[in-house]
């Protein structure tokens, strides 16, 4: 145990550990903040659908050699975000089978351009699957990603903040929302701007494919033991925080993934709170 | 549909136009960090031992040990002259012009992604390589080297330790 803290206390000293860390718990506290509304609203594939998108605008990205593919990632994922969010009925393609054919398909799309065009000097299965994956990604952040995501999480738990009436009316009656005089359409896109935001951030911490874990896991945790939406809000918050310090730190002492052990820890939190429900008999 | 299709497409054009980077330029510096007097980049002088290792990547984990190198190459002006010790598989490289070049890998956890570092053999050290993936332990100077207008990183090694078969 203290030969565990000392190894522990020398890797602090690394300046990627402790970004990852600040940045790691940034992000999963803004993805579980939003996977509430998502959560509620019955929309939680929607995480993994734009996560995939992300993944297919970061191919293209690369082929076009971008110096920054965040230039392309945020905006094609928000414009998707705006269109997957739109209730639209009596449409022949619904809501869900939109989500699922724009997932499978940007993730192949993704793959066959990497394939077709790989990066100079690369290894094409590597970036996949860190990508896919998250395996070291939130380890090797450059400056500039690092502060990137401080700045844009900062924002969104402040937007949230600010904004916690109106969404907290959307969440749960959209129409009502609309009958007291609120623009419901602008919200509504709004909204899906800071998802698909958060989404894109948080490639970085645990890959495409287990992005809709962060947005998930601490708020079904939370719902267990927690009765009002503040307090599901305040507990998936802070469960989330939790779960990725704990994970980043056991993935680095261990050399296991790192977007895996953060879902792990995610699970294993998860069957806690049960347990911890069902003995308070919610 | 027809509206975002075309909103993609012009934001794609305008991205390319402003976010591609430019052809990189020559590099103008020194042969060699470690020896600025150096008038080619294998002449680095050897360094004296037993030296005191600043970054020991053969103690981390392998997550630890992949994203230290990655640190190492993406900001290597942080950390030119440190004393670095790793161990990894020896892995030699025959370049176009039939020049051997000899890297130590460092594979993340796992095992689908590599990190290579170029070993350097210092003046006048007579390094016997093994065999392709035998296991190696090194320890040396952190260098940045100029190769005709090509800039790379290295270790500076006086001689290389084999810990294991390939």
Known sequence: ?282 | MKKIFAILCTLCIAIYATAVPAQEEKYEGPNSMLNLAAKDYPDVPPFYEPLTIQHDLSRLSSTMAYAQLYDMLCNPEQYVGSAVKLKGPYMPYQSEDGEIMHFILVFDMQGCCELSLEMLPTRGANIEYPEMNTEIEVEGLFDICNDNGLRFVALRINRINVVGQN
């Open chain 1, 1 to 282: 145990m203290h030969e565990m803290l000392d190894t522990l206390a020398y890797y602090f000293t690394f300046p990627f550990v402790r970004n990852a860390l600040i940045v790691g718990v940034l992000v999963s506290l803004c993805a579980a903040l939003l996977g509430v509304v998502l959560v509620l609203r019955r929309l939680s594939f929607i995480g993994d659908g734009l996560s995939h998108v992300a993944f297919g605008a970061m191919a293209v990205a690369t082929v076009m050699g971008l110096s920054n593919n965040m230039l392309l990632i945020l905006p094609v994922t928000i414009i998707c975000s705006i269109a997957l969010m739109q209730r639209q009925r009596n449409k022949q393609v619904q809501g869900d089978a939109k989500i699922a054919m724009l997932s499978v398909g940007s993730l192949a799309a993704g793959y066959i351009l990497f394939n077709r065009f790989p990066p100079k000097g690369g290894n094409v299965s590597g970036d996949v699957c860190t990508t896919l994956f998250g395996s070291t990604s939130i380890l090797t952040l450059s400056q500039n990603e690092v502060w990137l995501s401080l700045i844009l999480s900062i924002a969104v738990c402040l937007i949230y903040i600010v904004f916690y009436n109106i969404i907290f009316s959307l969440t749960f009656d959209e129409e009502f929302a609309a009958s007291q005089g609120i623009n419901t359409k602008a919200y509504n896109v709004f909204i899906a701007t800071i998802i698909a935001t958060v989404i894109s951030l948080a490639m970085n911490l645990v890959g495409s494919l287990l992005i809709s874990a962060l947005l998930v896991f601490p708020v079904v945790s939370a719902m267990r033991v927690c009765k009002s939406f503040r307090g599901v809000v305040i507990c998936s918050a802070v469960f989330s925080a939790v779960c990725a310090a704990g994970g980043i730190v056991i993935s680095i002492l261990l050399g296991t993934p790192v977007g895996a052990t953060i879902v792990a820890s995610d699970a294993i939190g998860f069957a806690l709170f049960s347990l911890i429900g069902r003995l308070k008999g919610i």
